[in-house]
């Protein structure tokens, strides 16, 4: 499974970014996709995961309420909407998938990842 990631850039506090991953080569077997990030000399943290059906999801609190994560399941498509941005939401932003189904009632720990995308990095000023 390959994932690539896309939608970062620089955006004023406050503002808006979309971020897109797209998933090929052997999706069938993916239940679980999820956002991670990673802040300049911090460990990668969980942002938000969504089972398969696109029904269960689950946020981290700061960002519950800004954050909306989605998935396409026509296209393979992972989504993060995030409004309200802020600076300390500055990080390089990670696309995830796992193979076990999910709940969404728990963050995901990054090892339980089994495939990981390439990052792509948000800036918010102030």
Not at 45 to 51: D, K, L, M, P, W
Request: a positive charge; hydrophobic letters at 35%.
């Amino acid at each position: 499974v390959q994932l690539q990631a896309s939608g970062g850039g620089l955006v004023q506090a406050g503002g808006s970014l979309r971020l897109a991953c797209a998933a090929s080569g052997g999706t069938g077997s993916i239940y679980t996709k999820a956002w991670f990030r990673q802040a300049p000399g911090k460990d990668r943290e969980f942002v938000a995961a969504i089972n398969r059906s696109g029904v269960r999801k689950y946020y981290t609190g700061s960002v519950q309420g800004r954050f909306t994560v989605s998935r396409d399941t026509a296209t393979n498509t992972l989504f993060l909407q995030m409004n309200g941005l802020q600076p300390e939401d500055t990080a390089v932003y990670y696309c995830a998938a796992g193979a076990s189904p999910y709940s969404g009632k728990h963050p995901i720990s990054p090892l339980g990842v089994d495939y990981w995308g390439r990052g792509t990095l948000v800036t918010v000023s102030s």
